[in-house]
């Protein structure tokens, strides 16, 4: 049973900085795309960062140069390392396993992690 797990959202104060982790673990044979989503209170899911399992990266406007995402394929593990926190950034934050191929399954789809509260306080 693939099962993914989000840790490392705490509060911080602003300009502060985090790390997020998030393994993805079971019997799996591919993952295509991993990433990061937030969803603030009263506001729809959005796109933090993603990374394909060739390396390449898509990120936000809004996190550009700020946050930075990475992966161990090895340990179908990404990573968010997130710089000059601000107070609009607070938000439970998603992990999300994209075109996931457990093995011996001939179908892929997404699993997402329950998600892990970030607070930046002011």
């Known amino acids: 049973q693939v099962q993914v797990m989000e840790s490392g959202g705490g509060l911080v104060q602003t300009g502060g900085s985090l790390r997020l982790s998030c393994v993805v673990s079971?019997?799996?044979?591919?993952?295509?795309?991993m990433g990061w989503y937030r969803q603030a209170p009263g506001k729809q899911r959005e796109l933090v960062a993603s990374i394909t399992s060739g390396g390449s990266t898509n990120y936000a406007d809004s996190m550009k140069g700020r946050f930075t995402i990475s992966r161990d394929n090895a340990k179908n593990t990404v990573y968010l390392q997130m710089n000059n926190l601000k107070p609009e950034d607070t938000a439970v934050y998603y992990c999300?396993?994209?075109?996931?191929?457990?093995?011996?399954?001939?179908?892929?789809?997404?699993?997402w992690g329950q998600g892990t509260q970030v607070t930046v306080s002011s």
């Open positions: 079971g019997s799996i044979f591919l993952i295509n795309a």
């Open positions: 999300n396993a994209e075109g996931l191929r457990p093995l011996g399954v001939r179908g892929a789809r997404d699993y």
